[in-house]
Structure formats: C-alpha cells, structure tokens
C-alpha cells in the first residue's frame, strides 16, 4: 500500500526513539511519525541526531533530536522531561542505540566488553527506566532492539550477544513489573538487514553477504522497512494483549544454518527430486 494512503494510526501518540541517528532505528522513526506520531530521537552526535530529526520530519513540531548517551541516566532522563514537556505524555519508546564489532574474546579488552554491555544493555535499562515517570498509563508500548544472537550464540560475539541476552531477560523482567499498570514492553530481533552499520561491520565483504545469505531459510538480507512495520504493530492495538515478547523478524535466523548441501541426502546432492 502506497504511504500516502495508510491510515494515521498514530495520530496524537508521543514516540521517544533512542539510537535514531542511522538505520534500522532512524526508519523506525520515520514509519512511527508517518502513521502520525510526534517523534523525539536520540543520539550521542549533535550534528547526526539534528540531520535525522530533519529526515524524520522537517517540521519541529513533528520531530526533534537530542544528542544525549544512553550511558549518561541523567542526560537520558532530560530528554524524557523535554520531550513530555513539549508534547506530552509518552505512548511509545523504542530503545535501539548499540555498538558493535567483530572480535573473538580473546583478543576483546575489559574495556572493550564493558563498552558494548555499558551502551547496548545498561543503555537499555536506562532508557527505559528513564521513560517511566513520564509514560502514559495505560497504554504505553516500550520496546527494544535485541538481535538473534540475544538467544543463539555465535563466533567473535561474545559481548554484543551477552548485552543482547540481557536485554531479552530485561524485556520479560519489565512486562511482568509494568504490565499490571498498562505498560507492554516487548523486544524486537531483527536478522541481517541491508544498507545499516551493522551488516556493513559484520559482513563487510560480497563474499561474506553471500555466505550470510546462503544460511538463511529465507536466503535474503530484511529491509529496514520489515523492522519498521514490526514495530508500528507493537505500537498499536493490534498487538494490544502482546507483552514480555521477542518478536524475530529475522529471514529464519533464528532456526539456524539452513544452507543444508553438506548434509542434504545423496540423491539431492546429485540433482534428484
Ligand atoms: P546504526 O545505524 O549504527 O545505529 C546505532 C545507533 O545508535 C546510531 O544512531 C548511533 O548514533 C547510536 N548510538 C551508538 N552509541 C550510542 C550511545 N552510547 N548513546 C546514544 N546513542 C548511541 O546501526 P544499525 O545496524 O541500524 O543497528 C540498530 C539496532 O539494530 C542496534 O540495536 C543493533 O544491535 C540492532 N540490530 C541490527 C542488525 C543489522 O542487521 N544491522 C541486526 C540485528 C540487530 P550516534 O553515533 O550518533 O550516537
Ligand atoms: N575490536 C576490539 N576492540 C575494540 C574495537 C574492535 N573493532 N573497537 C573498539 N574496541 C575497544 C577499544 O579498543 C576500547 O578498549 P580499550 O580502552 O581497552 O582499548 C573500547 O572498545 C572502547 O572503545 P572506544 O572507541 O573508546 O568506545 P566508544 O564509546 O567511543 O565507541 C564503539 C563505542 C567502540 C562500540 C564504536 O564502535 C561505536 O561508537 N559504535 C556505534 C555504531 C555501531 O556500532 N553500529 C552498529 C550497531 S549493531
């Protein structure tokens, strides 16, 4: 369906953004201000967040950027108290501000682990925690951006994964807390999606793409357009009795290698039906 013709699903609803500089949480926020929310993100960059804000909407009265760190839990918190200041009660918070990089443990420093757990995990609890005080209630919808490796272990991950991990069991922890004032929080796990930072980092390489793709079950990298739409139904009330979820939007990541030849039967392997 052509945009122009979606309904504003979202019209009169608040949404908070962290992480919204780039990628798949920049098209989270613009899918959320398309179907009518006013739209706040953040970011650590001045300069990124104020370009994004602009892509988001050029009317300040439809969005605005923040340049905080989800390190920082006060600087964090102040976005919340502007942004309910300016417009109102928050429905929506989409917590997806990460860091990431290839590094097997081993060759990984204290500090290098710490800063991926610090941005990804403690970021996540601050963002939501920093949200509380100023959600409208009922009917807030939180959710984060966790990743298949949250569950499933993989090579040369291992502090993104245990953040991401962390994040699973925070989602769950904070539906049981909040659920009884109205407070959903759920999590999204999106697979490889084209065009981020984050495959660009990950499988830098057409080789590395293909290979990638190969052990899909659904063979082909997702669009920041299929996160996006996951997260406009966690918004509404189609997803009204969905809480303490990790939604996989994931092209089958999560089910594993499906590349299968290795193991296929010998008479599949020799071009059989
Ligand atoms: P991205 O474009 O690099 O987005 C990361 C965002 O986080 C940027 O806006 C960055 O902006 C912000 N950020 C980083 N550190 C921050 C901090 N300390 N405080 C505040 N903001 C901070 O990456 P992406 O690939 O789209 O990833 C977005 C999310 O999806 C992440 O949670 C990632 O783990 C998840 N994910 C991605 C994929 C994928 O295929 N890309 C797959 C699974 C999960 P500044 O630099 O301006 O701070
Ligand atoms: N391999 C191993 N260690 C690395 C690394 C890499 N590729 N990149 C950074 N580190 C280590 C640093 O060496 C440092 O540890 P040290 O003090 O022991 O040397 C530690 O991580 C912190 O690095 P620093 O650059 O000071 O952190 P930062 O807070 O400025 O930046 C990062 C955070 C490292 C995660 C940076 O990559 C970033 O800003 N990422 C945001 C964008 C992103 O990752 N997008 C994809 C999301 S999936």
Redesign the pocket.
């Known amino acids: 369906m052509n945009d122009a013709f979606r309904p504003r699903i979202l019209e009169g609803k608040v949404a908070v953004v962290a992480g919204a500089s780039s990628g798949i949480n920049l098209g989270i926020a613009q899918h959320l201000c398309r179907a009518g929310a006013r739209v706040a993100i953040l970011s650590r960059s001045a300069e990124r967040i104020e370009v994004a804000a602009r892509a988001v909407s050029p009317d300040p009265a439809e969005a605005i950027g923040f340049a905080a760190d989800v390190r920082d839990y006060d600087a964090v918190s102040s976005v919340f108290s502007r942004t309910a200041s300016r417009f109102g009660p928050i429905d929506i918070v989409v917590s997806g501000a990460?860091?990431?990089?290839?590094?097997p443990a081993a060759?990984?420093?204290?500090?290098?682990f710490r800063?991926?757990i610090e941005?990804d995990l403690i970021g996540t609890f601050n963002v939501l925690r920093a949200s509380f005080e100023h959600l409208r209630r009922p009917g807030a919808s939180l959710m984060s951006i966790t990743a298949p490796g949250g569950s499933h272990p993989s090579m040369f991950q291992s502090h993104?994964n245990s953040a991401k991990a962390g994040i699973n069991m925070l989602t769950k922890c904070l539906a049981m807390e909040w659920g009884p004032g109205g407070v959903r929080v759920n999590a999204i796990s999106p697979g490889p999606i084209a065009g981020t930072?984050?495959m660009a980092?990950l499988a830098a390489t057409p080789e590395r793409e293909a290979l990638l793709k190969g052990r899909l079950a659904l063979r082909d990298y997702g669009s920041k357009r299929d996160i996006a739409d996951v997260a406009l139904f966690l918004c509404s009330d189609n997803s009204r009795y969905i809480t303490g979820t990790v939604i996989d939007c994931d092209g089958g990541s999560a089910l594993g290698d499906a590349s299968g030849d290795a193991l296929a039967p010998p008479a599949l392997a020799a071009g059989k039906p």
């Open positions: 990460a860091g990431n990089f290839h590094a060759q990984l420093s204290p500090n290098g800063t991926v941005i993104a930072e984050g980092r």
